[in-house]
């Protein structure tokens, strides 16, 4: 916004001499340049349930992929919410959830509830990690015939 003055400056005085009369015809304020505080990338559902007052988040369960194990944090993706961006996970976090070993996870097909409407990491609010180890697939003896 830009404030424009509610009053004038008489012909050749200036504001430290006094007071100054306020004319009753001053120009209100008005909006320059582009507002701030747009939400981009928000989603209209969002916006629309916050306008009228009630909040409305739509948790999902998601999965997620580990691309770095760490001792202090995991570094995790989340395909479905924004595939090119790593999440940083909490090792310990990720161990007590899952019930699992370091060894276990790194093979671990991971899930996890999120905010899918989420536009930074820090709103995500991931919580119920799961981890299902895939089963081991061995190799057939012999040959299938074909029909």
């Known amino acids: 916004m830009r404030a424009v003055p509610s009053a004038s400056v008489p012909l050749g005085g200036t504001v430290e001499d006094g ?8 120009a209100p304020a008005a909006p320059v340049g582009v ?10 559902g969002l916006v629309e349930s916050v306008a009228t007052g009630v909040a409305r988040i739509a948790e999902r369960r998601v999965s997620a992929q580990l691309l770095r194990f760490g001792s202090g944090t995991c570094q995790v993706v989340l395909p479905e919410w924004r595939p090119a961006i ?13 019930g699992m070993s370091p060894d276990e996870l790194r093979s671990a097909l991971l ?15 991931p919580r119920d990690w799961q981890a299902e180890v895939p089963a081991a697939r061995g190799r057939r003896r012999g040959r299938r015939q074909v029909r």
């Open 111 to 125: 899930s996890v509830v999120i905010n899918p409407e989420a536009v930074h990491d820090r709103e995500l609010g």
């Open 35 to 44: 507002p701030m505080g747009v939400l981009i990338g928000g989603s209209p």
């Open 86 to 98: 790593a999440v940083s996970v909490p090792t310990e976090q990720l161990q007590r959830s899952t």
């Open 19 to 26: 007071p100054v009369p306020v004319e009753a015809d001053s």
